[in-house]
């Protein structure tokens, strides 16, 4: 019987645990190995992604403590092995022995899927999605785990291996605090990156901090590259605060954000919100603490509640008058920053990553406390209403003036050739999943991918001109620039509200540009306005980043490309310098048909970069840093990331 278990835990690369196995250990093992087996159905990918949801998972467990009010400081540490540990002043996980299961109740947690939601953890978890597997998925996850408790006056200690207790639970000594520290390092057989980002992590955490005020989280990158300082995050404002952090820099239409909360069968809703000069709409909801990035019933049911609040009361103060339409939902959006942030018993997350909202019921609730609470606020501090009104009827102007120039842009079916551009040199093939579109950077390179690429699946889009500032511009200014319509003629698709994914034309779209500062400047000025106005393109995976060589080396008869000067360092290092031929590419246009195709456009040799929103607030920052206009900020953010500018990944 023992060889039977061990082969399966060793087929699923665990060690070997510690005592006899007994009936509990085959199941213990059984779960585990499930979990090392398709890693990607617990913590999402093998990627960058697991192995930040790992952290977030710990973290997550903390976060329950401080919701059932137990727990107000959480401490993260990136350590220099590449290791991770999350501190928490919580209650501990009960180390008292768990009758049914034989071992004692934190082994039980650590070691079981899901045991987590056996114990009484009070009534909001963060779960559902992909929160909520449990500790124990990151124990089987990781190389080894350390486990330690502070819990009824003494200090417990237990270590992992691949998720197999390798000690007991021993009692260390004493302690008259209370708390769970655990520190994992993940598994590289499991995990196609070890590389954590502080960026990532950060944002994740400021965020937590917002969503839950009076509760500091500390972030401490340790490892020795690194040379940050420790971030500490604590905000007594919470989602208050949150909105002023997203309008930092920005001018507002009043001070301080409104904030709105209410709570109805067990569903709690807050909500904050502000108007900025900007013109695009930032709306961050999350529902028991879950970015819900693709929105859901609690987003319309505050668009609803704000449009209905904003008519009544414009209407009574006379600043709608009586022929004026209704303002409409799309007309209330510009500049609008909200937060919103409900807390409700049974979370249903749908949509393609799991991040919107299915609770047809919470529409109504957070309609009623929005449109109650507004009503409040603007009886409160009427000021606020006229220039939300001004702005509404501004945007109401513009976006009339934008569906005029869109019609331009969009009319006819896309399959009508009259209607492409007619810089577009298009591809032979009708299937938009087989079809390539190439957005290149000037003339010469454009004629040289017209000439190499394999004109079966893949267009060329040449681009000449200045690409508009989407930031700085509001639509209908945006719809009229040239290059804009250009993009959106070739991809057929619609762009803003309009945006029908059943047109689009193309399901690759690479960004080609040189790579040098001003290929990364276009670069970054069409992924805004990717990001801005046809996000579901970077969400559906359709944008992708060419990546052309630095530089071509020659050896006698024997041609090498290069990407980066490390690249060129590591192929160069210890060679004679003089039968070694380096050229390096300044632009596109230099490189002949032949070479851009087998470099850059070949799918069998080509290096591409897939654009992922890994997190939508840092890659909004990003933009408005970026694009926006305070000099400061984005002179700090560029001298901090000079280096990875070639990798600009969102
Ligand atoms: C199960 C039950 C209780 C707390 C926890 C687990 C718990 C888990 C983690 C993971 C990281 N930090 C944690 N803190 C607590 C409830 C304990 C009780 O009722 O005393």
């Known amino acids: 019987m023992g060889e039977e278990i061990k082969s399966a835990a060793e087929g699923a690369g665990l060690a070997a645990p510690h005592a006899d196995y007994g009936a509990k250990d085959i199941q213990i093992l059984e779960g585990l190995e499930a979990v090392r087996k398709r890693p990607g159905m617990y913590v999402g990918d093998q990627g960058t992604r697991g192995l930040h949801h790992l952290v977030y998972e710990v973290v997550d467990n903390s976060i329950d403590e401080a919701l059932a009010g137990f727990c107000d400081r959480i401490d993260v540490v990136m350590h220099g092995d590449g290791s991770v540990s999350v501190r928490d002043n919580g209650r501990g996980i009960p180390t008292e022995y768990h009758e049914g299961a034989g071992r004692p109740a934190a082994e039980v947690v650590?070691?079981?899927?899901?045991?987590?939601?056996?114990?009484?953890?009070?009534?909001?978890?963060?779960?559902?999605?992909?929160?909520?597997?449990g500790v124990s998925v990151v124990n089987a996850l990781s190389r080894w785990c350390e486990l330690s408790i502070k819990r009824g006056g003494s200090e417990y200690t237990q270590r992992y291996e691949r998720g197999v207790p390798v000690?007991?639970?021993?009692?260390?000594?004493?302690?008259?605090?209370?708390?769970?520290?655990?520190?994992?390092?993940?598994?590289?057989?499991?995990?196609?990156?070890?590389?954590?980002?502080?960026d990532i992590l950060k944002g994740r955490l400021r965020e937590l901090a917002f969503l839950n005020p009076g509760v500091t989280v500390t972030f401490d990158d340790r490892?020795?590259?690194?040379?940050?300082?420790?971030?500490?995050?604590?905000?007594?404002?919470?989602?208050?605060?949150?909105?002023e952090y997203l309008n930092r820099g920005k001018e507002t239409s009043f001070k301080p954000p409104v904030r709105i909360q209410g709570s109805r069968d067990s569903t709690t809703v807050e909500v904050a919100m502000q108007y900025n000069d900007s013109y695009v709409e930032r709306v961050f909801a999350f529902a028991n603490l879950i970015h819900t990035m693709e929105g859901g019933t609690h987003v319309s049911g505050f668009r609803t509640a704000l449009t209905r609040a904003i008519n009544d009361e414009a209407r009574r103060a006379k600043l709608l008058r009586e022929k004026d339409e209704n303002l409409t939902g799309d007309d209330?959006?510009?500049?609008?920053?909200?937060?919103?942030?409900?807390?409700?018993?049974?979370?249903?997350?749908e949509g393609q990553t799991k991040t919107k909202l299915g609770n047809s019921d919470v529409k109504g609730i957070v309609d009623s406390i929005v449109y109650d609470g507004l009503k409040v606020a603007l009886e409160e501090t009427p000021e606020i209403l006229k220039p939300i009104v001004e702005k509404a009827i501004k945007a109401r102007q513009a976006r009339e003036a934008a569906r005029k120039a869109r019609e331009l842009v969009q009319r006819g079916s896309p399959l009508n050739k009259l209607d492409l551009p007619g810089k577009l040199a298009d591809c032979s093939s009708r299937d938009p999943q087989a079809s390539e579109l190439y957005i290149v950077e000037g003339?010469?390179?454009?004629?040289?991918?017209?000439?190499?690429?394999?004109?079966?699946f893949q267009a060329i889009l040449p681009l000449r001109g200045k690409i508009l500032n989407v930031e700085k511009a509001r639509l209908d200014k945006i719809l009229s620039n040239e290059v804009v319509r250009t993009i959106v003629q070739a991809l057929g698709c619609g762009i803003g509200d309009t945006y029908d994914p059943s047109r689009l034309r193309y399901h690759k779209i690479f960004l080609m540009a040189d790579a040098d500062v001003d290929?990364?400047?276009?670069?970054?000025?069409?992924?805004?306005?990717?990001?801005?106005?046809?996000?579901q393109i970077i969400e559906n995976g359709h944008l992708f980043v060419a990546q052309p060589p630095l530089y071509r080396v020659q050896e006698g008869k024997n041609i090498s490309y290069c990407y980066s000067d490390k690249e060129l360092k590591e192929m160069t290092a210890g060679r004679d310098p003089k039968r070694t031929n380096i050229q390096r590419?300044?632009?596109?246009?230099?490189?002949?048909?032949?070479?851009?195709?087998?470099?850059?456009?070949?799918?069998e040799n080509r290096i591409i970069l897939k654009v992922e929103v890994e997190d939508a607030i840092l890659a909004d920052e990003l933009f408005g840093i970026l694009m926006g206009d305070a000099v400061e900020p984005r002179r700090e953010f560029i001298e901090n990331h000079a280096r990875e500018v070639r990798n600009l990944d969102i």
Do not use: C
């Open 167 to 198: 000690t007991d639970l021993e009692r260390v000594g004493d302690s008259g605090e209370q708390g769970t520290y655990v520190r994992f390092m993940p598994d590289d057989e499991i995990f196609s990156t070890m590389e954590y980002s502080a």
């Open 585 to 603: 590419y300044k632009g596109l246009g230099e490189m002949n048909p032949d070479q851009l195709w087998e470099t850059t456009m070949d799918p």
């Open 519 to 535: 290929g990364a400047h276009i670069r970054t000025l069409l992924l805004t306005l990717f990001y801005r106005y046809m996000p």
């Open 332 to 349: 209330l959006k510009e500049g609008l920053t909200v937060v919103i942030s409900i807390k409700l018993l049974e979370p249903q997350f």
């Open 110 to 133: 650590m070691t079981v899927l899901h045991a987590g939601g056996k114990f009484d953890k009070g009534a909001y978890q963060v779960s559902g999605g992909l929160h909520g597997v």
């Open 223 to 243: 490892r020795p590259e690194s040379g940050e300082q420790m971030k500490t995050y604590h905000y007594e404002g919470g989602i208050r605060s949150f909105v």
């Open 443 to 456: 003339d010469s390179a454009g004629g040289s991918a017209k000439q190499g690429r394999d004109r079966m």
